[in-house]
């Protein structure tokens, strides 16, 4: 008899938490491709930083993905909206150079890190496999908000246009993906 293990949508807590931080690694992915793209002309200096946080991206997008493929659970409806989003947010913010690009991943990383640790908080003792996956990825992206953080003062004007938009964006898109 054939065994196939047909993909289902999200059940539990775990599981919806898992497809949109999988969605969100897309967007985070996408930021930076299209930030290195147009980065060697407007920010050449952090292109091998740029370079060096899209590998990690990759790294927690394949942990996620992993993990939801073991459970049999479908991508987030939202994963081509964060893919397409993140993309147009990389390419805006790159065009404007240095300061933006530090920016943006400082506002996108300051709601992440926020989601991952309630994430933690709520799933602890109910999801073990998904807080595993969670809290491998946890230190990189503090990693990534606190190099970018050191790029940029808090008072530069892309900090202070940027900072509400994207972190207002990166909100919506958690928000859809959880009721997606
Ligand atoms: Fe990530
Ligand atoms: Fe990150």
Redesign the pocket.
């Given at each position: 008899m054939k065994s196939e293990r047909r993909s289902t949508k999200a059940s539990t807590l775990g599981e919806r938490i898992l497809k949109v931080d999988h969605a969100g690694e897309q967007g985070?992915v996408n930021i930076y491709r299209a930030q290195i793209l147009v980065a060697r002309w407007t920010a050449p200096s952090l292109v091998p930083e740029l370079q060096e946080?899209k590998s990690?991206?990759e790294k927690?997008r394949a942990l996620f993905w992993a993990e939801l493929q073991r459970r049999g659970v479908r991508r987030c409806r939202s994963y081509w909206l964060c893919g397409v989003g993140g993309w147009v947010l990389g390419l805006m913010t790159g065009l404007l150079g240095r300061h933006a690009i530090s920016a943006t991943?400082v506002a996108?990383?300051r709601v992440?890190l926020g989601h991952l640790k309630a994430q933690l908080r709520d799933l602890s003792g109910k999801d073990d496999a998904a807080v595993h996956v969670i809290a491998q990825?946890v230190e990189?992206?503090q990693l990534?908000?606190d190099q970018s953080a050191s790029h940029v003062q808090t008072g530069h004007v892309w900090s202070k246009l940027l900072s509400p938009v994207v972190a207002a964006s990166t909100e919506s898109v958690i928000w859809l993906g959880m009721r997606l």
């Amino acid at each position: 008899m054939k065994s196939e293990r047909r993909s289902t949508k999200a059940s539990t807590l775990g599981e919806r938490i898992l497809k949109v931080d999988h969605a969100g690694e897309q967007g985070a992915v996408n930021i930076y491709r299209a930030q290195i793209l147009v980065a060697r002309w407007t920010a050449p200096s952090l292109v091998p930083e740029l370079q060096e946080f899209k590998s990690h991206e990759e790294k927690h997008r394949a942990l996620f993905w992993a993990e939801l493929q073991r459970r049999g659970v479908r991508r987030c409806r939202s994963y081509w909206l964060c893919g397409v989003g993140g993309w147009v947010l990389g390419l805006m913010t790159g065009l404007l150079g240095r300061h933006a690009i530090s920016a943006t991943t400082v506002a996108v990383e300051r709601v992440v890190l926020g989601h991952l640790k309630a994430q933690l908080r709520d799933l602890s003792g109910k999801d073990d496999a998904a807080v595993h996956v969670i809290a491998q990825i946890v230190e990189e992206e503090q990693l990534h908000h606190d190099q970018s953080a050191s790029h940029v003062q808090t008072g530069h004007v892309w900090s202070k246009l940027l900072s509400p938009v994207v972190a207002a964006s990166t909100e919506s898109v958690i928000w859809l993906g959880m009721r997606l």
